[in-house]
């Protein structure tokens, strides 16, 4: 199980003292020190569109132009992901069957 993410992003934090406080065997990986892949982002696209990958709340997304943005939620530019992982809804955890988007107790639960 792998738990991506940035550190110092409150839903993630709150996501690994969940996992951790229920004794969750996971692997942590920072988007910023290790960026993602296109074959990563393909995974994840193969669970979810587009819409629940990308975080438009993001100041990252609003920095975006017109055309960025349709291009990404259209999945022609998954590179801006790698660029910017701040586009994507965090925290991001990927076990073998299953990519959930964000943290939510019960859909964590759902997992174990």
Request: charged share 25%; aromatic share 8%; net charge positive.
């Amino acid at each position: 199980m792998i738990l991506y993410g940035i550190p110092n992003c409150d839903t993630v934090r709150k996501a690994r003292k969940w996992l951790e406080s229920n004794q969750v065997d996971f692997q942590f990986q920072d988007f910023r020190k290790n960026p993602l892949t296109i074959d990563t982002i393909q995974a994840w696209l193969k669970h979810h569109p587009m819409r629940v990958i990308v975080n438009k709340r993001s100041s990252g997304w609003k920095q975006l132009t017109e055309t960025q943005q349709t291009d990404l939620m259209n999945a022609q530019q998954l590179t801006l992901l790698i660029e910017m992982p701040t586009l994507i809804k965090r925290p991001v955890l990927q076990t073998e069957q299953q990519v959930l988007f964000g943290f939510n107790v019960k859909d964590y639960e759902k997992l174990l």
